[in-house]
């Protein structure tokens, strides 16, 4: 069993990142700018988006937080969001989900210029990706599928077993490994919670990708011997070994899987910091789609 | 085993189509109008822009056919389509695909405007597609879904495997079966290709969808007893015994195929009457998203 340490990886990327915005730098290039916007005080909200703006100093980019309190009128976001897409200082802006019920967040994700719609969210970059036409790819799957490729692993004719089918990973992640590209050409399933045999379903994936938010929702005995295990899950769970009172569990039952597979992500440091690296990347490509 | 005869139900959908134009007229509403861009004479296209003129007239719609030569330069294509955007006349138009080699498929497409789009082809149809927006979807998988809904056939928890991962059948039609809607929430597998194990993948279908354009490529031993099977292939093979030398196929082998499953289409007189009643549908839905 090799792990497959998105921390690493990501490590990788930046550092390239750094040199392409060093690179920018000598050819007098405008430094990519990104933008973020938090509402409220959840955890995990607060750590992802703080993670953001880190990654985007190590990088060298410009990044920009704009923080509301939860009760922010949705009309008030919105103006947000459209002032973002006119100031042409930022290259490319993110509004961190989830957001409190009152705010419609299919309106805000909507509202944002899809050339600057970094996390991929947008319909316009959910419709380009079917298509494999120029645009953002979801920054989750994207990140996924970058570390399937710097890590040597083989898609093309692999069956992909992917459970859960939310707009942001599942659903995306389906199409892009089963496209005619590489990372790709896998045949993919997508099981959600209607699947009735998911057991013998999951026995048969050279790929398993969990992405439910359930801890400990695949076990063992749904592992083939051998295949490759992506766990997208980040549940927050009470641990009072540590100070904090909580840590991060993944939707894959570590220890029981760890064995059987071939390669395995880590939670925390396996998809997460593949989500970051992608929006980083996401965020020069901003720039090149520009021509800037 | 149960015919699933997609002319049958066609002419359910155009009756009550029909019944709805005259709803209009006697409310003083405007009457839907389709326009079709045909470019040149192969004779597939002629046949398929013939039937969706003549499911027109059947309905009680206006439509304008509009044809271009073989050697129809590009820049008079899209002028064209953009005008077809400004006429407030033409509620929808589709651009008969293929085109020929000189001219760039995708562009044309992505020219269109998205409000138009009766195909549902354009990007931003695809993306609202993948979010369960509004929109328009895309003719041929809305028909299969409408097919089965329209005879009772239960999909929710059904294995679902499609072969072929083409842009306007067999991707957006994963994605359509595979979400939470009725019908809908099947657990989909997308084959193509690349897929190694396909007989073997076939066997677990509970609905089977062939979409590959390749006469007799599913044989009985890729059926599980007892599935449903639903054929969109639909190449012309030369038939001596005809008047016109050829007969159109499925990718089923309908004769050896039939005796095991509980519904097959035909082809002819499945999955295409179906593909012109779903663009009747969206032609219809076009005039009601603009509130008209």
């Known amino acids: 069993m090799q792990l497959l340490d998105g921390r690493i990886t990501a490590e990788e990327i930046r550092k390239e990142l750094a040199e392409a915005v060093q690179e920018r730098k000598r050819n007098g290039k405008k430094i990519p700018h990104l933008a973020a916007i938090l509402v409220g005080n959840d955890g995990g909200s607060l750590t992802y988006v703080g993670a953001k703006v880190k990654a985007c100093d190590q990088i060298g980019f410009e990044s920009t937080l704009i923080r509301y309190d939860d009760s922010v009128p949705e009309d008030i976001l919105l103006a947000k969001v459209r002032a973002l897409n006119e100031d042409k200082s930022i290259d490319g802006f993110i509004v961190q989900l989830p957001l409190p019920a ?34 953002f790819l979801p920054a989750t799957p994207a990140g996924i599928l970058e570390l399937l490729k ?9 069956n992909c077993v992917i459970i859960g089918r939310s707009n942001i990973v599942g659903t995306p992640l389906s199409i ?13 399933t997508l099981a959600h919670s209607r699947t009735q045999n998911l057991q013998e379903i999951c026995q048969t994936a050279d790929i398993l990708i969990a992405a439910i938010g359930q801890p400990d929702f695949v076990t063992a005995d749904m592992v083939k011997e051998g295949a490759v295990i992506i766990d997208v899950g980040t549940t927050r769970v009470d641990d009072s070994s540590r100070a904090r009172g909580w840590r ?45």
């Open 102 to 135: 009152h705010i419609d967040e299919m309106k805000i994700t909507q509202a944002i210029d899809p050339k600057k719609d970094v996390d991929g969210f947008h319909p316009v970059n959910l419709g380009n990706m079917v298509l494999n036409l120029p645009g």
């Open 150 to 158: 710097r890590n040597h692993i083989e898609t093309e004719g692999k």
């Open 176 to 188: 892009m490994l089963g496209r005619n590209t590489n990372p790709g050409n896998c045949t993919v």
């Open 248 to 292: 991060l569990k993944g939707d894959v039952d570590f220890d029981n899987v760890a064995p059987k597979c071939s390669y395995i992500t880590p939670v925390p440091g396996g998809v997460g910091p593949m989500t970051i690296a992608s929006l980083m990347i996401n965020t020069l490509k901003a720039m090149e789609l520009k021509g800037k």
